[in-house]
Structures are given as structure tokens and as C-alpha cells.
């Protein structure tokens, strides 16, 4: 399995059989220009972790040209359906699992907001547990740190969490070290950082802070590929 990463929090899952798309935010994100076009993606699933515009992104277009199925909440896969005619979806709320033939998702909670670029309620925002090919990837969404982390740290055994560390709009460097030690995870991938300048932080800071509590860390450059 590898992972490719377009920069923000949009990230690639390619398996022999499935490609996964998390939170398509490629139209307007400026560390996924010239990297990749939509027309080179064709995921057959797609999951959202809430209903921001650099989050929700591309999907309608991604979901429709390529029949994907997507995962998200409720709300989300509600207005999929009534406002751009997809029907293809699996609406979720936290703490619930879904298996499919390729894997199994689990929805979490995130401590964040969610709201459409026009204004509509997104549901509750979230994150999702994939299990897939034999690894655990955690893809956190947008959030601050919460206590709940501690059980998901308990209940799942994380290869990979892929956590926001940009500040302002979720936890920052040192809030994250805090998630670490409750999830547990063997790796985490930061995201959400140095995108937009009030995200903007020191990211061989973080991996140093990291490193000095051994927890391992990957950081990749936008259009990074990497095998899991």
C-alpha cells in the first residue's frame, strides 16, 4: 500500500484493488498546484472528515466522474445527494464502523467546527480509523486535542495518524505531542500546516519536539509518494 500526500490534509491510499481519497481539497490548494490534477486522480472511494472547503474540496466532481463511494457524515452525504445528484455514499457518525470488501472504517470524533462554503450545517466533524491491508491509519481530520484519544490509543494499534499541527484552527505543535502520547501511535504525519500564513509553523521545531520524546514522525513534501 502507499500513500500520497498533496499537501494541507489531502492524502492518497492506493492498494492493489482500491484507491482512497481523503478530504480532495486540489482546486484552490496552493501546495497541490502543479502536482497533480483532478484529472489524474480516480479514486473508487472517498472520505471526508467534515464540510469546510479545504476539506470537502473537489469532491462533487471527483465523486460523480469516477462513481466513488463516499463516507462521511450524515449531513455531508445528505447534501451530496440534494444538491449534485450522488447517491453512491455511506453516511457514518462517530463511533460507528463500517466493513466493506476492502477494509473496515471507523468514525471519530473531532473537536472542531463544520459548516459548508455556502453556509449550510455539515454535521458533526470527525475523523476515521482505516483499516486496511493489515495497517491502521488514523486520519484525524481537523481537531484540537481531546481526552477520548486515550481510549482510541487503547482500542486501536495505529501504524500511522495523520495529525493537524498548524495551530489557530486546530491544536498546534505543542498539543499534538499531548495526542501522541494518548494515541500511541508508531508514526504520525502531520498535517494542516503551512498552507495559508496563519498556519504557518516551524516544522523541523515540531519534528525535533517529537524526536526528543521518541515518538517517530514522516513529514512529505506535497506529491510525496511513500510505501506503507
Given at each position: 500500500?502507499?500513500?500520497?500526500?498533496?499537501?494541507?490534509?489531502?492524502?492518497?491510499?492506493?492498494?492493489?484493488?482500491?484507491?482512497?481519497?481523503?478530504?480532495?481539497?486540489?482546486?484552490?490548494?496552493?501546495?497541490?498546484?502543479?502536482?497533480?490534477?483532478?484529472?489524474?486522480?480516480?479514486?473508487?472511494?472517498?472520505?471526508?472528515?467534515?464540510?469546510?472547503?479545504?476539506?470537502?474540496g473537489d469532491t462533487p466532481e471527483l465523486a460523480i466522474k469516477n462513481n466513488a463511494l463516499v463516507i462521511a457524515n450524515y449531513?455531508?452525504?445528505?447534501?451530496?445527494?440534494?444538491?449534485?445528484?450522488?447517491?453512491?455514499?455511506?453516511?457514518?457518525?462517530?463511533?460507528?464502523?463500517?466493513?466493506?470488501?476492502?477494509?473496515?472504517?471507523?468514525?471519530?470524533?473531532?473537536?472542531?467546527?463544520?459548516?459548508?462554503?455556502?453556509?449550510?450545517?455539515?454535521?458533526?466533524?470527525?475523523?476515521?480509523?482505516?483499516?486496511?491491508?493489515?495497517?491502521?491509519?488514523?486520519?484525524?481530520?481537523?481537531?484540537?486535542?481531546?481526552?477520548?484519544?486515550?481510549?482510541?490509543?487503547?482500542?486501536?494499534?495505529?501504524?500511522?495518524?495523520?495529525?493537524?499541527?498548524?495551530?489557530?484552527?486546530?491544536?498546534?505543535?505543542?498539543?499534538?505531542?499531548?495526542?501522541?502520547?494518548?494515541?500511541?501511535?508508531?508514526?504520525?504525519?502531520?498535517?494542516?500546516?503551512?498552507?495559508?500564513?496563519?498556519?504557518?509553523?516551524?516544522?523541523?521545531?515540531?519534528?525535533?519536539?517529537?524526536?526528543?520524546?521518541?515518538q517517530a514522525t514522516l513529514v512529505l513534501n506535497p506529491g510525496a509518494l511513500v510505501e506503507l
Amino acid at each position: 500500500m502507499t500513500l500520497r500526500y498533496f499537501g494541507h490534509s489531502t492524502f492518497e491510499l492506493a492498494t492493489e484493488t482500491k484507491n482512497i481519497l481523503v478530504d480532495p481539497f486540489i482546486t484552490g490548494n496552493p501546495m497541490a498546484k502543479g502536482k497533480v490534477d483532478l484529472d489524474d486522480l480516480h479514486p473508487d472511494v472517498i472520505l471526508v472528515t467534515h464540510a469546510h472547503g479545504d476539506h470537502w474540496g473537489d469532491t462533487p466532481e471527483l465523486a460523480i466522474k469516477n462513481n466513488a463511494l463516499v463516507i462521511a457524515n450524515y449531513e455531508i452525504v445528505e447534501y451530496l445527494n440534494t444538491k449534485h445528484g450522488h447517491s453512491n455514499a455511506q453516511p457514518m457518525n462517530a463511533g460507528g464502523s463500517c466493513q466493506f470488501d476492502w477494509g473496515r472504517v471507523t468514525q471519530t470524533w473531532a473537536r472542531h467546527s463544520s459548516s459548508f462554503p455556502d453556509g449550510t450545517y455539515g454535521g458533526n466533524p470527525g475523523g476515521f480509523i482505516i483499516e486496511i491491508d493489515g495497517k491502521c491509519i488514523y486520519a484525524m481530520g481537523d481537531t484540537s486535542t481531546f481526552a477520548e484519544m486515550e481510549w482510541i490509543g487503547t482500542d486501536f494499534s495505529i501504524d500511522y495518524a495523520v495529525i493537524p499541527i498548524g495551530d489557530c484552527f486546530t491544536m498546534g505543535p505543542k498539543e499534538s505531542l499531548r495526542a501522541a502520547k494518548m494515541l500511541n501511535a508508531k508514526v504520525l504525519i502531520p498535517v494542516h500546516f503551512n498552507t495559508f500564513p496563519a498556519i504557518q509553523i516551524d516544522i523541523d521545531a515540531w519534528e525535533k519536539l517529537m524526536q526528543d520524546h521518541d515518538q517517530a514522525t514522516l513529514v512529505l513534501n506535497p506529491g510525496a509518494l511513500v510505501e506503507l
